[in-house]
């Protein structure tokens, strides 16, 4: 059988993804000023990045200067390079004191830090459930709390999006002996919904379940300083299991689970993805606690995204747009067709504006969506510019309701 031969299997199924137009591809994307970018070469309006508050800065003399006076503060030398896994000899003093900074920023006990969004959830849900446990996660939930669910083997109960009466209902079937976790996102990563924490929380208690919500989406954005959804509605003590990640409005790489000291020390024995990795080189803690400290400082970030979010979704709404359920940065444009969303977001990027087309299984059947995100560095001039494009896209399409 010749090398190409044998893969003919795969080529099968990526010929089978390109009819249903959901075959994937990797775009050369070099980041510009002020939410632009360059995308194969073209230079577009990013309506598509994470990094919400502008903070994941190109390498420059200031910022540089900025990391090597954090070196100088923090008295331990700033490496580029990890040497092992925290538990062996790789847990640099940094990555201590930012924990336990952070721990106090986010009124809890402590906190861990993980590599990644990724690998903090699927740490977390394989390590405090297991095959004997039930787990009821929101539909829309993270696909690394669902591959979370799978690693850990206990039952997996689906709830409707942001219903709170079927997750009753599925809990009030449940064996009461059974230990039982309810996962959420805060904000949902394709819809911009915001999860009903507070009955969410009254659910728990009731029921006796666990409660842990992924800020990923929220830190950094919501509260007095950014500490979150869950603390800007006083629910901290409420919440079991806070995880967030240091990707998107920080701005940088990596990710935390805050919460009680002893499910800090368990985690540590215990979430095989914290253990057997490499610690976060040195260097990238040091830039998350230094756009950590601009996001307490520089409040202007944060309000100036709500308020830009806010106005371009009512303009969507208000030229006929379905953006779902949104209430934040993350604003979705429901096209329904997979291949009309590619096609819509495709004539996006002719005219130079990157969003990207979401199909499923990323979200669910029929429901393909342009994903819109806002930065707080988009200037006004160019989002009304987008918006003129995607009116006269959408009409086009015919996609309006
Ligand atoms: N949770 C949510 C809700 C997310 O949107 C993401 C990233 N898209 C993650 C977890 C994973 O985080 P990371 O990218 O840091 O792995």
Same mark, same amino acid.
């Given at each position: 059988?010749?090398?190409? /031969?044998? #893969?003919? #299997? +795969?080529?099968? =199924?990526?010929? /089978?993804?390109?009819?249903?137009? /959901?075959?994937?591809?990797?775009?050369?994307?070099?980041?510009?000023e002020n939410g632009w970018i360059l995308?194969?070469?073209?230079? +577009?309006?990013?309506?598509?990045?994470?990094?919400?508050?502008g903070l994941s800065e190109r390498l420059n003399r200031s910022n540089l200067t900025a990391l090597i006076e954090e070196e100088e503060r923090i008295s331990s030398s700033l490496r580029f390079g990890s040497t092992a896994s925290r538990l062996i000899v790789g847990n640099d003093p940094i990555y201590r004191e930012l924990e336990t900074e952070f721990a106090s920023f986010k009124g809890t006990e402590d906190s861990l830090v993980f590599s990644s969004g990724y690998m903090a959830n699927i740490g977390v849900m394989s390590t405090v459930v297991g095959r004997k446990d039930v787990v009821f996660s929101d539909r829309l939930n993270h696909a690394s709390i669902v591959d979370g669910i799978i690693?850990?083997?206990? =039952?997996?109960?689906?709830?409707?999006?942001?219903?709170?009466?079927h997750l009753e209902h599925l809990l009030k079937k449940a064996d009461p002996n059974r230990k039982k976790l309810i996962v959420t996102d805060s904000i949902f990563s394709m819809d911009g919904s915001v999860a009903p924490l507070k009955q969410l929380v009254e659910l728990k208690n009731k029921y006796g379940a666990m409660l842990m919500v992924? =800020?990923?989406?929220?830190?950094?954005?919501?509260? =007095?300083?950014?500490?979150?959804?869950?603390?800007?509605?006083?629910?901290?003590?409420?919440?079991?299991?806070?995880?967030?990640?240091?990707?998107?409005a920080y701005g940088c790489y990596g990710a935390y689970i805050?919460?009680?000291?002893?499910?800090? /020390?368990?985690? +540590?024995?215990?979430a095989r993805s914290f253990i057997f990795t490499t610690a976060l080189p040195p260097v990238n803690i040091a830039a998350i606690q230094r756009n950590w400290s601009r996001i307490q400082a520089e409040g202007w970030r944060q309000k100036s995204l709500l308020e830009k979010s806010d106005w371009f979704k009512q303009q969507l709404q208000s030229r006929g747009f379905n953006t779902g359920e949104s209430e934040s940065q993350i604003i979705p444009l429901i096209v329904g067709d997979n291949k009309k969303t590619m096609e819509f977001s495709a004539l996006l990027q002719e005219k130079g504006v990157?969003?990207?087309?979401?199909?499923?299984?990323?979200?669910?059947?029929?429901?393909a969506r342009i994903r819109f995100t806002i930065m707080s560095l988009h200037q006004d001039y160019d989002l009304e510019r987008a918006l003129v494009l995607i009116d006269e896209i959408g009409e086009c399409l015919k996609v309006k309701k």
């Amino acid at each position: 059988m010749s090398s190409h /031969q044998k #893969w003919n #299997w +795969m080529q099968e =199924e990526l010929k /089978q993804l390109e009819q249903k137009s /959901q075959l994937r591809s990797l775009h050369e994307t070099t980041i510009l000023e002020n939410g632009w970018i360059l995308r194969d070469g073209k230079k +577009m309006l990013n309506l598509a990045s994470n990094d919400y508050l502008g903070l994941s800065e190109r390498l420059n003399r200031s910022n540089l200067t900025a990391l090597i006076e954090e070196e100088e503060r923090i008295s331990s030398s700033l490496r580029f390079g990890s040497t092992a896994s925290r538990l062996i000899v790789g847990n640099d003093p940094i990555y201590r004191e930012l924990e336990t900074e952070f721990a106090s920023f986010k009124g809890t006990e402590d906190s861990l830090v993980f590599s990644s969004g990724y690998m903090a959830n699927i740490g977390v849900m394989s390590t405090v459930v297991g095959r004997k446990d039930v787990v009821f996660s929101d539909r829309l939930n993270h696909a690394s709390i669902v591959d979370g669910i799978i690693l850990s083997r206990a =039952e997996h109960k689906r709830f409707r999006h942001r219903d709170v009466e079927h997750l009753e209902h599925l809990l009030k079937k449940a064996d009461p002996n059974r230990k039982k976790l309810i996962v959420t996102d805060s904000i949902f990563s394709m819809d911009g919904s915001v999860a009903p924490l507070k009955q969410l929380v009254e659910l728990k208690n009731k029921y006796g379940a666990m409660l842990m919500v992924d =800020e990923a989406h929220s830190g950094g954005i919501y509260g =007095e300083k950014g500490q979150g959804l869950v603390h800007a509605l006083g629910l901290t003590d409420e919440v079991d299991i806070l995880m967030g990640t240091f990707s998107k409005a920080y701005g940088c790489y990596g990710a935390y689970i805050a919460g009680d000291s002893v499910l800090i /020390q368990y985690l +540590m024995n215990k979430a095989r993805s914290f253990i057997f990795t490499t610690a976060l080189p040195p260097v990238n803690i040091a830039a998350i606690q230094r756009n950590w400290s601009r996001i307490q400082a520089e409040g202007w970030r944060q309000k100036s995204l709500l308020e830009k979010s806010d106005w371009f979704k009512q303009q969507l709404q208000s030229r006929g747009f379905n953006t779902g359920e949104s209430e934040s940065q993350i604003i979705p444009l429901i096209v329904g067709d997979n291949k009309k969303t590619m096609e819509f977001s495709a004539l996006l990027q002719e005219k130079g504006v990157a969003a990207v087309a979401v199909r499923p299984p990323t979200v669910p059947e029929g429901t393909a969506r342009i994903r819109f995100t806002i930065m707080s560095l988009h200037q006004d001039y160019d989002l009304e510019r987008a918006l003129v494009l995607i009116d006269e896209i959408g009409e086009c399409l015919k996609v309006k309701k």
